[in-house]
């Protein structure tokens, strides 16, 4: 099992950058499929990023490359570098890990950190 702990959210001037940050305690964290999640109000919650047990990433098309999914030496801090923010990024942004490979995973992972809030000023 993982805790996961999230923080670097809060407000953001449109154009500027933000990085997210999501400290795991418990497992090795490099043995889980790690991810970065987005929910809009009123929307699905989506999948902006993974990481996988190999290290290999992947990324929402309409990210358009502004985001990043990296790890920290040691392994167990995600961090989620965003650029360009833009209003539309505005929402809850969530870290999660299950200990499946991505690829079973889909959205249906097992741990979850407690979501911050992004917000984007124009």
């Known amino acids: 099992q993982v805790q996961l702990v999230e923080s670097g959210g809060g407000s953001v001037q449109a154009g500027g950058s933000r990085r997210r940050s999501c400290a795991a305690s418990?497992?090795?964290?490099?043995?889980?499929?790690k991810a970065w999640f987005r929910q809009v109000q009123g929307k699905v919650r989506e999948v902006l990023a993974t990481?996988?047990?190999?290290?290999?990433?992947t990324y929402a098309d309409s990210l358009k490359g502004r985001f990043t999914i990296s790890q920290a030496n040691p392994k167990n801090v995600l961090y989620l570098q965003m650029k360009n923010l833009q209003p539309d990024d505005t929402g809850m942004y969530y870290c999660a890990a299950d200990p499946r490979w991505c690829t079973s995973v889909k959205t249906d992972f097992g741990y979850w950190g407690q979501g911050t809030q992004v917000t984007v000023s124009s």
């Open positions: 990481s996988e047990h190999d290290g290999s990433t």
């Open positions: 418990g497992d090795d964290f490099g043995g889980y499929c």
